[in-house]
């Protein structure tokens, strides 16, 4: 390893019992001279510290690289074998724990496991130092062998609470695979992609992002929607469809040229407004790399020509932060996006979208709650979405919009999407934001608190 050597040897083997393990031999001093003088502190305890003796970052590192074939699940001899649950037993002698114990069962009980840790005491020849932050630890599951890895991956350096190699922006992929599975739904999954991400706020908010992500959200209710407008007469047209096509020309309505599509996904909008030579510049926003990379594949086709390639970009980001990328555009989208953001912050989204970036048009979408009753696979009180974090009424998202274009000064215009149900009104809700024009006074009074504000 470029921090020093593994080892890995096996003192018991048998038809029913196997023991591997790993000696990490970390070589603090030669690590720090082979770093380039541009990322050297030079601070003493580079040279004196811990690394050498306890399960790090450095540990998950090896792991991957050592156990590479069983992290992944792959097994030539005995692929079945790596796929079965196996009772199997991890001892980790010296295991930093920021935290204490409660800590660690708090990441490792909800995954199934049975722990014993035994706190190390700090020198055993002064006991009235007490105990370190160390503990001993084992661990016990019947689990796949490429799960029990996946977990140690991950909590090994959030247990730490420290990475002591080049930290770049690919750790986002690297949390989300290994974490695939089961980090999602882990009580203390946020916690574990701060500490696993060194606390960066903002790619924090980007993994949470990903990590919530799931199938297409509107998959029931387009079937669901097919089935209505079949009652009432109409040619069965998809929900999403209507959708994007009701946007579009709503853009073009209002002559929009330089659109931003926040939230973009797979690029469904952008394909639409690719093909009407009206929008000239077009803009996809999504905080899921992954998503961006479906969308690129999704709009190759529309992107053959090369003066189309001028028409169109895509870029990653977060709706909840201030980014002057985000400027300059004649109109917003956000379509069947603000239900997936926890609730306390959409004031964020808010003053992202109407405060900074302010273009003259926005239009937003979001499903229509009492719509839900009409869905016979959805039991009541169920959302249409896992990821939904909430699913507003018709009257909600009305207070909500006017409240927004009171602090903001903006006006607001509803319209159904989908079969308009007599009872309970369309299955999805369009609210069409237009920027007012202000007068000196008050534009003046706007700028001035836009400036005591933090964003």
């Known amino acids: 390893m470029t921090f020093g050597k593994a080892h890995v040897f096996y003192p018991e083997v048998s038809e029913e019992r196997c023991t591997a393990t790993l000696l990490l031999d970390v070589d603090p001093v030669g690590l720090v001279r082979k770093k380039s003088a541009r990322y050297q502190t030079k601070t003493f305890d580079q040279y004196v510290n811990d690394r050498p003796y306890v399960a790090s970052s450095f540990l998950s590192v090896t792991l991957s690289k050592v156990f590479g074939t069983a992290l992944s699940g792959r097994c030539k001899s005995h692929p079945e074998l790596a796929n079965t649950p196996i009772p199997l037993t991890v001892l980790l002698p010296v ?180 093909q009407d030579r009206s929008f000239e510049t077009l803009m996809g926003v999504d905080v899921s790399y992954r998503e961006l990379e479906k969308a690129k594949k999704r709009l190759k086709r529309e992107l053959s020509p090369m003066q189309q390639k001028h028409r169109i970009d895509l870029m990653q980001g977060s709706l909840i932060y201030r980014d002057d990328r985000l400027k300059g555009y004649d109109a917003a989208t956000v379509i069947e996006v603000i239900e997936h953001m926890d609730l306390d912050r959409l004031a964020a989204f808010e003053r992202v979208l109407f405060e900074f970036a302010q273009p003259p048009i926005i239009i937003i979408t979001t499903p229509n709650v009492e719509f839900n009753v009409r869905f016979p696979t959805l039991q009541p009180g169920n959302l249409r979405h896992k990821d939904h974090r909430f699913e507003w009424s018709r009257q909600e998202f009305s207070d909500w919009a006017q409240g927004v274009c009171d602090r903001y000064h903006y006006t607001v215009t509803f319209q159904g999407i989908g079969y308009d149900d007599p009872e309970v009104g369309a299955p999805t809700q369009m609210g069409l934001f237009t920027k007012q024009a202000l007068t000196p006074t008050v534009e003046k009074a706007a700028k001035t608190t836009t400036q005591k504000r933090d964003f």
Not at 134 to 159: A, F, G, K, M, Q
Request: hydrophobic share 40%; aromatic share 8%.
């Open 95 to 274: 295991l930093p724990c920021r935290g204490g114990e409660s800590f660690l069962r708090s990441l490792f009980t909800p995954l199934g496991y049975t722990i014993t840790a035994n706190p190390l005491p700090l020198d055993e020849t002064f006991p009235d130092w007490e105990n370190s932050r160390y503990l001993e630890v084992t661990l016990t599951h019947t689990v796949r062998l490429c799960d029990l890895l996946s977990h140690l991956y991950v909590l090994i350096p959030v247990l730490d609470d420290d990475k002591h190699y080049w930290f770049g922006e690919d750790e986002i992929d690297k949390l989300l695979r290994h974490g695939e599975g089961w980090l999602k739904e882990h009580p203390a999954k946020e916690q574990i992609t701060r500490r696993y991400l060194k606390r960066k706020r903002k790619m924090a908010e980007i993994a949470i992002a990903q990590l919530m992500e799931g199938e297409d959200p509107d998959a029931e209710a387009e079937a669901a929607a097919e089935g209505w407008q079949k009652l009432a007469a109409k040619k069965p047209v998809s929900l999403n469809q209507q959708r994007m096509e009701l946007v579009a020309d709503t853009l073009k309505s209002h002559g929009a040229k330089r659109v931003i599509d926040l939230g973009c996904g797979e690029g469904s909008l952008l394909r639409v407004l690719l």
